[in-house]
């Protein structure tokens, strides 16, 4: 079974600081990999996703991920927070056969001070 | 662009009653998807539909059913309502020959059991 496992539930910085969210995955079969992010009272928007082309990926709002197989981890970063940044962001796997489902973390609540 | 459409967006019932979720994917999205997300939580897979037919099944419990219609709208009907069955509902579709490809997400309904 493919899972992932997000450390930590809350992060905190400062606006302007880096942004590092973990995600490590745990799949027999290299996954796809994917960050959702989660306003209050509203749906899960895709940020990024990995596919098994490029091992760094460029998504939307100035985040990025790097897959890293040996680490098993595929951490979402973004140089400089913005206070619109604050949501949950939840990591997510599903295996590379059609129709396959998600498998999300717990999630990561994110806040930034001013 | 159209996106994955949800109705009713909030619903209010009692325990034991019923209730039924629709979900309208995206134009030429021939699976959907049924996530339950509880308060706090992240979203659980309860199952998916790939033309018409159940394609995958997760933690859904016995009350809870769903189909896929011929227009591709899908709807989860959900009997002897309990306590624990609040939570926020998501639909999502995608193509099949998708590959890696995300799934889109509707804005979800929350249900209320009062």
């Known amino acids: 079974a493919q899972s992932v496992t997000q450390l930590g539930s809350h992060v905190s910085v400062s606006e302007g600081a880096l942004v590092l969210l973990r995600c490590n995955y745990s799949?027999?079969?290299?996954?796809?990999l994917f960050w959702y992010v989660q306003y209050p009272n509203q749906g899960l928007q895709l940020l990024l996703k990995?596919?098994?082309?490029?091992?760094l990926v460029k998504g939307i709002n100035g985040f990025e991920a790097e897959f890293k197989k040996s680490e098993t981890s595929f951490h979402l970063t973004k140089p400089s927070a913005h206070m619109s940044d604050a949501a949950e962001y939840f990591c997510a796997v599903r295996s590379t056969g059609a129709n396959s489902k998600l498998t999300f973390g717990k999630g990561i609540t994110l806040s930034v001070r001013p | 662009a159209a996106g994955v459409i949800q109705s009713p967006r909030h619903l209010i019932k009692e325990k034991r009653e019923t209730a039924t979720l629709k979900c309208y994917p995206i134009?030429?999205?021939?699976?959907v998807y049924w996530y339950q997300q509880g308060p706090g939580q992240d979203p659980q897979f309860l199952i998916s539909?790939?033309?018409?037919?159940?394609?995958d099944k997760g933690s859904i419990p016995d009350r809870f059913s769903a189909q896929q219609f011929s227009d591709y709208h899908s709807e989860l009907n959900m009997s002897s309502l309990e306590l624990g069955d609040s939570a926020l509902y998501f639909c999502?579709?995608?193509?099949?020959?998708?590959?890696?490809?995300?799934?889109?997400f509707g804005p979800g309904t929350r249900l209320t059991v009062l």
């Open positions: 539909f790939y033309e018409k037919m159940q394609s």
């Open positions: 999502a579709s995608s193509p099949f020959f998708a590959g890696g490809n995300e799934q889109f």
């Open positions: 799949s027999s079969v290299p996954p796809y």
């Open positions: 990995y596919t098994s082309a490029a091992t």
């Open positions: 134009p030429r999205h021939d699976t």
